[in-house]
C-alpha cells in the first residue's frame, strides 16, 4: 500500500534559494527509504516538505491517500501527529527531565490546559517508560536531558517520536554527529521500530556503509533533484562519482 | 518560477538595495553639512564671538541653511567621495575620498566639542570663587553631620520606597511576560497579522521607554494625585516597556531546534511556547526581573523628588527648606540602601548562572 506520494515538489525559499526542483517518487508501508545527496543537495528541505514544518512552493504530496500540500491550523497538527522526527542536533528540551522529554511526543493528544499544568496521566506516563525501554535507557528517566551522551540523547529523541505513535518517521542525519559505534547502536533502533511496529522510516544519510546496511531502497538527490531510485547494493563506483562527484572517496563505517 | 527567474528577482533586489543606500547617504550628507552650518553660525559665532545672550531664530533663515544644505549634501554625494558614502561603504576607493573624509570628519568632531563647551559654560572661575567654595563647605558639613531625630521618618519613607520598587517589579512581571511573547520576532512571523501585532507592541513600547519614568511619574501624579501610587505606576509601565525589550530579545535568540521539534509533534502553539520556549529564557528573565527592582529602587527614590511618595518627597522637602543637616541623613540612608540593594541583586543574580 502507498503511504506517500510526493509528486512534481518544488521548494523555493524566500531568499530565492531553488531547494527542491520537481520531486516526484512514492514510497511503500513498511519501507525503510533512506535519502542521500551532497550538503545542499535538499535533503533536509525534502523532509521538512513531507511533515509541512516547510510548505512546497509548487507539486503536491499525499499522505495516506490524502492531499496535504497545503493543509493548515488544526489539520496540520493532526497531520504533524502522524510523522514522527528526528534531528541531527537531537533537539531536546535540555533543562527538563528525559521522561518530560519523551512526553513532548503526546502533547498533540493533550488538552492545552492539560498539559501547561504538566498534569501527565498515569496511562501516558506508563507509555513513555515503554518507550524508553524501547530504546535501552529507561533507568536515565529521571535524569535532566542534557546530561546524557549524544547517543543516549538521540534515543530520548526516538521515544519522543514513538509516542506519536507515528505512520512514518522521518530522520534527518540523525547519526551525523555521533562517533561510529553509536551511529551503528542507535540506527539499530530506527530497524527495530521499522521491523517491530512496522513504521515507514526516511532517513537522510551520509555514509554508504550505513545505507547498504539499513536501507531496502534509496534515492539520491543532487541540487534539488532526484538523480537515482534504487537497491543500495546497486549503486557501483560509477553511481558513486555521479553522486558525490568525481573527487569523493568511499570511507567505511562500520 | 524557474531558477533564472529567481535570479532576476535577486539582481532587482542588489540594484534597489544600492539605490536606496545612496539615498540614505546624500540625505546624511545633506544633515551633516545642515549640523555644521547651524553649531558654527548660532553657537559659535552668535554666542561667542559676538557674545550675544538670546539668540534669534526664523523658520526663514533656517530653511535657507536646510536647502543649501540638501543642494551641498547632494552634489557632494554624487562625487562618490563624500562622508557618508565611506560610511555606507560606497565611496570610490581614492586619495581624495579617504582625505575628505578624515578632514570634514575631524572638523564636524571639534565644532561639537567646541559648541558644547560653549553651550555648557564650563567656567574654572566659578568652580573655584570664594563664594562658591564657602557655601559648599557648609552643606558638606551639615550632610557628615545628619540630624538622628528625623530617623524614624526616614526610616519609613525609605521602606515604602523599597516597596513601591518592589510592588511595580511584581506585577510588571505577567504582563511584560506576554508582551515580550508578543513582540519576539521569531513567535510572531507566521502570518501578516501576527506581525502586525508584533509591530504594534515593538512601537508601544519603544514609545513608553523613550519617556523617563521621571515624566511618568510627573504625569501620574497629575492624574491619580501626588503620593506612593503614582510613583509606582510610573516605575510599572516603565519597567513592563524596558524588560519586554530585554526578554523578546531573549527570546529572538533562543535555539530554533526544539522549536522545531515540539512543532513537529503536532503541538500547539502554547504548547510549543511552553515546552521549547520558556525553558530556554526563564533564567535570563529571572535575571533581568531581579536586576531590574534593584533599578527600580534607585528611581523611586528620584520618582520620589517630583511627587512618587518615599524617601524622594522626603528630601525634596527638607531640601527646600534648606535643612542641610536633615538632608544630610536622608541622603546617607539612601546610599546604604542602594549599596545594599545593589549587593544582593548581584549575588542572587551570580548564584542564578
Ligand atoms: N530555511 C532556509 N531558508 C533559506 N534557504 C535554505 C533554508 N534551508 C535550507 N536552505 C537552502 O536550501 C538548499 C538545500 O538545503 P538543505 O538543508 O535542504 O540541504 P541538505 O541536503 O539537507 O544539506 P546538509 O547535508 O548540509 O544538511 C541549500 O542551498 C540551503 O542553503
Ligand atoms: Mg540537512
Redesign the pocket.
Given at each position: 500500500m502507498t503511504l506517500l506520494r510526493v509528486n512534481q515538489v518544488h521548494?523555493i525559499?524566500?531568499?530565492g534559494?531553488?531547494?527542491?526542483k520537481g520531486v516526484s517518487f512514492e514510497v511503500e508501508k513498511g519501507e525503510f527509504l533512506v535519502i542521500i545527496?551532497?550538503?545542499?543537495?535538499?535533503?533536509?528541505?525534502?523532509?521538512?516538505c513531507i511533515n509541512r514544518l516547510?510548505e512546497p512552493t509548487s507539486g503536491n504530496i499525499q499522505f495516506n491517500g490524502r492531499d496535504i500540500t497545503h493543509v493548515k491550523g488544526k489539520e496540520l497538527r493532526q497531520l504533524k501527529r502522524q510523522i514522527g522526527m528526528v534531528f541531527?542536533q537531537f533537539n531536546l528540551i535540555k533543562r527538563r527531565s528525559v521522561l518530560v522529554n519523551v512526553l513532548t511526543g503526546a502533547l498533540g493528544r493533550m488538552g492545552t490546559f492539560q498539559s501547561l499544568t504538566e498534569n501527565f496521566p498515569q496511562k501516558l506516563v506508563d507509555e513513555a517508560m515503554e518507550a524508553l525501554k524501547t530504546v535501552g535507557i529507561e533507568e536515565k528517566a529521571h535524569i535532566r536531558a542534557d546530561a546524557l551522551s549524544g547517543g543516549q540523547q538521540q534515543r530520548v529523541a526516538i521515544a519522543r517520536s514513538l509516542m506519536q505513535h507515528p505512520d512514518l518517521l522521518l530522520a534527518?542525519?540523525p547519526v551525523?554527529s555521533l562517533d561510529p559505534a553509536t551511529s551503528n547502536s542507535v540506527m539499530q533502533y530506527f530497524e527495530k521500530i521499522n521491523k517491530k511496529f512496522g513504521t515507514t522510516v526516511i532517513c537522510?544519510l551520509?555514509f554508504l556503509s550505513l545505507v547498504r546496511k539499513y536501507a531496502t531502497r534509496v534515492i539520491a538527490?543532487k541540487a534539488?533533484e532526484i538523480i537515482y531510485e534504487g537497491l543500495p547494493e546497486d549503486i557501483d563506483d560509477d553511481w558513486f562519482k555521479t553522486i558525490y562527484g568525481e573527487e569523493a572517496e568511499e570511507v567505511e563505517i562500520r | 518560477m524557474t531558477l533564472s527567474d529567481a535570479q532576476g528577482v535577486m539582481e532587482k533586489k542588489r540594484m534597489k538595495d544600492r539605490t536606496k543606500a545612496k539615498v540614505k547617504a546624500a540625505l546624511l550628507d545633506s544633515f551633516f553639512v545642515f549640523y555644521s552650518i547651524l553649531v558654527v553660525d548660532r553657537v559659535i559665532w552668535d554666542r561667542f564671538i559676538l557674545q550675544l545672550r538670546e539668540t534669534h531664530f526664523s523658520w526663514a533663515e533656517t530653511g535657507l541653511f536646510a536647502l543649501i544644505s540638501l543642494f551641498v549634501g547632494v552634489v557632494w554625494s554624487l562625487t562618490g567621495t563624500s562622508l557618508s558614502d565611506r560610511l555606507f561603504g560606497l565611496a570610490k576607493p581614492t586619495k581624495t575620498a579617504k582625505l575628505t573624509f578624515e578632514i570634514f570628519g575631524w572638523f564636524l568632531f571639534n565644532i561639537t566639542f567646541i559648541a558644547g563647551w560653549i553651550i555648557t559654560k564650563i567656567s574654572i572661575v566659578d568652580l573655584f570663587s570664594d563664594e562658591g567654595v564657602a557655601a559648599a563647605q557648609r552643606i558638606f558639613a551639615a550632610l557628615f553631620s545628619p540630624r538622628m531625630a528625623i530617623f524614624d521618618e526616614a526610616l519609613f519613607a525609605i521602606i515604602e520606597t523599597i516597596y513601591i520598587a518592589l510592588v511595580a517589579t511584581l506585577i510588571s512581571i505577567p504582563i511584560t511576560l506576554v508582551v515580550s511573547f508578543l513582540s519576539a520576532r521569531n513567535l510572531m512571523n507566521d502570518n501578516k497579522f501576527t506581525l502586525l501585532i508584533y509591530a504594534f507592541f515593538r512601537l508601544i513600547s519603544n514609545f513608553v521607554r523613550s519617556i523617563e519614568p521621571l515624566i511618568w511619574a510627573i504625569i501620574f501624579s497629575v492624574w491619580i494625585g501626588i503620593g506612593p501610587y503614582a510613583g509606582m505606576l510610573a516605575l510599572l509601565i516603565h519597567t513592563i516597556a524596558s524588560n519586554a525589550k530585554l526578554y523578546s530579545e531573549a527570546i529572538e535568540s533562543i535555539e530554533e531546534g526544539p522549536i522545531e521539534a515540539i512543532s513537529a509533534t503536532g503541538a500547539n502553539k502554547l504548547q510549543v511556547i511552553w515546552y521549547a520556549v520558556i525553558p530556554q529564557i526563564i533564567l535570563p528573565f529571572l535575571s533581568f526581573t531581579i536586576y531590574r527592582w534593584d533599578i527600580n529602587v534607585r528611581m523611586a527614590t528620584i520618582i520620589g523628588l517630583v511627587g512618587g511618595g518615599g524617601i524622594g518627597t522626603m528630601l525634596i522637602q527638607y531640601q527646600g527648606l534648606a535643612q542641610w543637616h536633615e538632608v544630610g541623613l536622608i541622603v546617607i540612608m539612601i546610599a546604604l540602601v542602594v549599596w545594599i540593594m545593589d549587593y544582593i541583586s548581584t549575588k542572587i543574580r551570580q548564584a542564578i548562572y
Open positions: 521548494k525559499y524566500p531568499s534559494t531553488h531547494a527542491l545527496g551532497l550538503s545542499g543537495s535538499g535533503k533536509s528541505t525534502l523532509l521538512r516547510h541531527q534527518d542525519e551525523a537522510n551520509h538527490l534539488g | -
